[in-house]
């Protein structure tokens, strides 16, 4: 099984920052991309940033500018800075990974797991 634990959520002034981690944990083999999405009450769950292994991000528009994703590959951890944060963003945010992990009887099998979510709270 594949654990993700988020932390670095809280509340914060209008225009203030946050950084967000994911530790994920487990029989893991391989991480083939890690990422944030949020969700907003009453709204869907919106892709935030995504990081693949190889390189390379993918931000939402909304973040763009805002936000910086960054991996500790090492760690198999994922890292959300936040700036500038508006009373927009409050949203719960979730970490996700895809990868690959081994079994208990030795096989590999690919996972797609998610944590519980930290919140952000962005006050006007």
């Known amino acids: 099984q594949v654990q993700l634990v988020e932390s670095g959520g809280g509340l914060v002034q209008n225009g203030g920052s946050l950084r967000l981690s994911c530790a994920a944990s487990?029989?893991?083999?391989?991480?083939?991309?890690m990422g944030w999405y949020r969700q907003a009450p009453g709204k869907q769950r919106e892709l935030v940033a995504r990081m693949p292994r190889g390189g390379g991000t993918a931000y939402a528009d909304f973040a763009k500018g805002r936000f910086t994703i960054s991996r500790d590959i090492a760690k198999n951890t994922v890292y959300l800075q936040m700036n500038n944060l508006k009373p927009e963003d409050t949203a719960v945010y979730c970490c996700?990974?895809?990868?690959?992990?081994?079994?208990?009887?030795?096989?590999?099998?690919?996972?797609?797991?998610w944590g519980q979510g930290t919140q952000v709270t962005v006050s006007s």
């Open positions: 996700n990974a895809v990868g690959t992990r081994t079994t208990a009887s030795g096989f590999s099998l690919s996972f797609d797991s």
């Open positions: 487990g029989t893991i083999l391989s991480i083939d991309s």
